[in-house]
């Protein structure tokens, strides 16, 4: 197998171990260690000519994400970090000038990349891209928002009008009406939601995950009105860790067309616990109408289980098992599987939002 071929597996892989429930952090680090020694090797013994593996600077990088076509969206910004990582690791200023170019290209900041960009701009710990909306597509505009997001940025309403000189199409206000320190009232912004047809959107989650109980769930009635949202209600009953959707999911998960997606939530929600109730082979058995029987079957003997311990976990919030809280939250992330770290992240951003005011009429939200 040669370097470039050994590379190219260990991407797989690494999407692979990202929807893992059975993967650890050390899994994703020692992955992520092989595909530096990889590329590195890659970029010493030199002849390779992907365009994207070869780039260094700004200009490199887009132009080769602008005609990229081998690779995913996933991994081409798994590569793009990796190069950061080699090329800049000790130059964060390099690293701001990547993202603020990519951010200003008109062509990578296409619908494709949202929120691609924004997520891995704030995973390297960036606070500061520059940013001026002048001339700028809506997309690009909300690439940035998003990053401010992540980042824990927020806004006061008084004279946000002034600093945010921005084109106001609905969507556009919908994500600054998200940046603001206390937003409009939940039923209208889920409204804003539907009629943009943003449920299925990364800031959907922001906006979900950050609600209480009772909001929750009679946003989740609403959504289950409609069929063609039942997959995604599952979903977020398991991104937002209330275990008081512990039995739902269980019936849920007696349904053939509901089996998988609800086992996802329950094991979002409770992680290890599940075991006591459902026996861990059975939850990852290979072969998929087994381990959907089984799922099936096990169903009830996680209803009975569950009379006995939710008096003690009423209103109790849980991720992986782990009742979710200002001093649980990390210990989550560094402890658990790819698939309980993407949403623990989510909980994070709602536990420790930062306030951020914007200094001039600029648009330096996060600058």
């Known amino acids: 197998m040669s370097l470039l071929e050994s590379f190219n597996f260990l991407l797989a892989q690494r999407q692979i ?5 059975q993967c650890e952090p050390k899994n ?3 992955n992520t260690q092989s595909l530096l020694i990889t590329l590195k090797m890659l970029l010493q013994e030199g002849g390779v000519s992907h365009p994207l593996l070869n780039a260094k600077t700004s200009t490199d990088f887009i132009s080769a994400l602008e005609s990229e076509a081998e690779y995913s969206i996933e991994n081409q910004l798994v590569i793009m970090q990796l190069l950061l990582h080699l090329h ?3 130059a964060p200023d390099k690293q701001v000038d990547v993202f603020q170019k990519l951010f200003e290209s008109s062509t990578v900041n296409s619908d494709k990349y949202l929120p691609y960009l924004a997520l891995i701009a704030s995973q390297q710990n960036i ?3 520059p940013f001026r909306t002048t001339n700028k597509m809506s997309v690009q505009i909300h690439q940035y928002l ?3 997001l992540y980042r824990g940025k927020r806004l006061k309403r008084k004279g946000a009008a002034e600093v945010l000189e921005v084109s106001m199409t609905p969507m556009t206000t919908l994500y600054i009406e998200m940046l603001m320190e206390t937003p409009k009232e939940p039923l209208a912004l889920y409204t804003d939601f539907v009629e943009l047809a943003l449920c299925n959107n990364v800031l959907f989650d922001i906006f979900i995950t950050s609600l209480e109980e009772p909001i929750f769930t009679q946003l989740v009635n609403l959504m289950s009105q409609d069929n063609s949202m039942r997959a995604r209600v599952i979903e977020l009953m398991g991104y937002s860790g209330f275990s008081k959707f512990v039995p739902f999911l269980a019936r849920a998960m007696q349904q053939p067309a509901q089996t998988l997606a609800a086992f996802k939530a329950l094991r979002t929600i409770l992680g290890p616990e599940l075991d006591h109730a459902v026996p861990y082979q059975w939850q990852f058995e290979d072969d998929q109408s087994k381990r959907c029987e089984y799922l099936q079957f096990y169903s009830a003997k ?4 569950w009379l006995l311990l939710a008096p003690k976990m009423l209103n ?3 991720i992986n098992g782990i ?3 200002i001093e649980t939250i990390d210990k989550i992330i560094s402890h658990s599987s790819p698939v309980h770290q993407q949403v623990a992240r989510l909980h994070k951003l709602r536990l420790q939002g930062v306030i951020s005011q914007p200094a001039s009429k600029q648009f330096k939200l996060a600058s």
């Open 127 to 129: 606070d500061k891209i």
């Open 146 to 148: 998003l990053f401010c």
């Open 316 to 318: 109790v919030r849980m």
């Open 28 to 30: 994703l680090a020692d």
């Open 323 to 325: 009742e979710v809280n």
């Open 17 to 21: 171990i990202l929807s893992s429930f």
């Open 302 to 305: 996680l209803l009975n289980r």
């Open 88 to 90: 800049y690791k000790h």
